[in-house]
């Protein structure tokens, strides 16, 4: 068992997927015959997490918070610029393209746009039935054909729609038809980003239910990447939440939600529209001065300083470390209850190895 899963109360055969130190720089260049490297976007920056076997945890921040940018280096469609992913125990940010193929089995994911994430020139059936070809899965044309109206059966679709192409479908059944092509290999770990951001209110319920019913069906894990807080509070058992690169804070849902120790986590919640008017009226309202500061050239101190009531001389000079305050609840804030007591992950990660 590694430093970090110690410090974080996980049992090794309980994670899955373990993400420690993780960064990922975009190079910003300049000229036409000669480039020259002008600096970074530094869209993920130093993020460590686990995600254990079965759960679902939940992403949450603003738009270019580096949401998308980390779920993509843990799959491998970005190659990160430091840290380690370990999947099942093995590091995917040493695999070479080959050994990454084999375990393109085990992870998979489900894109945010159901418009533009199909192959406008392909049939539903040869979407789905496509990842099964490329891993070898079925022995013949039936049991091909076996596999797909399966899956399509699996998400709610008709078997008989698999000869449509995806102009012939709504956005929600687009959808389900990324759901199947994500499944059809039998994965262990799905990265859902943003699945149901692009779909109307009463399509994202089904989608969810569908994504849960899924879950427990085949014991899948899944980190669930969203903006939407109650979407995230309805299927996540942790969240974590993330700003310019950095996770601030990582709990279990009940007390992310009920005792929000980060300034921005709690400006976040203030802004959850509430159905109750009287509730709505008299809760805390936090809103957030400026804008959200440039990845290409963030902060010194604490990323959330510029836009943050509770800053003092000190966030502007020292980047907190994301410590344990409670049993289960990480946060990034030197302000929170507890802070000061508690030893951090990474300090504790580096000491102990």
């Not at 110690?6 to 480039?35: C, N, W």
């Not at 940018?69 to 125990?89: S, W």
């Not at 994430?117 to 789905?128: D, F, H």
Request: hydrophobic fraction near 40%; aromatic fraction near 6%.
């Amino acid at each position: 068992m590694t430093a970090l899963e110690r410090t974080q109360h996980e049992p090794a055969d309980k994670v899955l997927i373990e993400v420690k130190h993780l960064k990922m720089y975009f190079p910003v260049t300049s000229g036409v015959l000669v480039q020259r490297t002008m600096g970074y976007v530094k869209a993920v920056d130093d993020v460590s997490f686990v995600v254990r076997r079965g759960e679902t945890l939940g992403l949450v921040g603003e738009s270019g918070c580096g949401k998308t940018t980390t779920g993509r280096c843990i799959l491998q469609l970005h190659r990160p610029t430091a840290g380690t992913v370990l999947f099942d125990g093995e590091d995917l940010c040493s695999m070479e393209a080959r050994e990454l193929r084999g375990m393109r089995r085990h992870m998979q994911v489900i894109f945010q746009d159901p418009y533009s994430s199909l192959n406008p020139r392909m049939t539903a059936g040869n979407i789905v039935g496509e990842p099964l070809l490329v891993q070898g899965l079925v022995r013949d044309q039936r049991a091909y054909r076996e596999r797909v109206a399966e899956l399509l059966s699996l998400v709610g679709l008709r078997t008989s729609m698999a000869d449509r192409f995806p102009h012939e479908f709504s956005g929600g059944q687009r959808q389900r038809i990324g759901v199947a092509r994500a499944l059809a290999v039998n994965p262990q770990f799905v990265v859902c980003d943003e699945p149901v951001s692009a779909l109307d209110v009463s399509i994202q319920a089904q989608i969810v239910n569908l994504l849960e019913e899924l879950q427990e069906k085949f014991n899948l894990t899944y980190l669930f990447i969203a903006h939407d807080l109650s979407v995230v509070r309805h299927i996540s058992e942790r969240v974590a939440v993330m700003y310019l690169g950095h996770i601030v804070e990582i709990a279990e849902r009940n007390a992310i939600y009920a005792t929000p120790l980060h300034p921005y986590t709690r400006a976040l919640l203030s802004a959850v529209p509430i159905p109750d008017p009287v509730v709505d009226t008299e809760r805390e309202r936090i809103p957030l001065a400026g804008e959200v500061p440039s990845p290409l050239n963030p902060p010194r101190g604490c990323v959330f300083h510029p836009r943050c009531w509770m800053a003092t001389p000190e966030c502007r000079e020292v980047m907190p470390e994301l410590r344990e305050v409670q049993t289960g609840h990480r946060v990034a804030c030197i302000h929170a209850p507890g802070y000061g007591s508690a030893q951090s992950v990474q300090g504790v990660a580096e000491t102990d190895t």
